[in-house]
Nanobody
Framework: EVQLVESGGGLVQAGGSLRLSCTTS????????IGWFRQAPGKEREGVSC????????YYADSVKGRFTISRDNAKNTVYLQMNSLKPEDTAVYYC???????????????????WGQGTQVTVSS
């Protein structure tokens, strides 16, 4: 059974930092691109950042470039999202996800992902 478990969310003031973790099991982690997505109340789920399985190359949404950093530790089957200079508009539930097939998911298109964690709430106060 594929499982993804997020942790590290919380309440932080604007300008602060958080580090999210996504621990996975039930699939060959090394073979899959992994993504972080977020969904704010009343908005569609959006791709935040995704990381390649092959060479660790990364994709970031324009809204988080220069502030967020995605990384992966294949030995621990874990993906991280370091979030700095947080803004109130970053408030959302953050999900990690795995795509339905090898090679999919690099550009953070949610329709390519079919395994999702339960989410972790990030709230940034102004």
């Amino acid at each position: 059974e594929v499982q993804l478990v997020e942790s590290g969310g919380g309440l932080v003031q604007a300008g602060g930092s958080l580090r999210l973790s996504c621990t996975t099991s039930g699939f060959t982690f090394d073979d899959y691109n992994i993504g972080w997505f977020r969904q704010a109340p009343g908005k569609e789920r959006e791709g935040v950042s995704c990381i390649s399985s092959s060479d660790g190359s990364t994709y970031y949404a324009d809204s988080v470039k220069g502030r967020f950093t995605i990384s992966r530790d294949n030995a621990k089957n874990t993906v991280y999202l370091q979030m700095n200079s947080l803004k109130p508009e970053d408030t959302a539930v953050y999900y990690c996800a795995a795509p339905r097939s090898y090679g999919l998911g690099y550009y953070c298109h949610a329709y390519e992902y079919d395994s999702w964690g339960q989410g972790t709430q990030v709230t940034v106060s102004s």
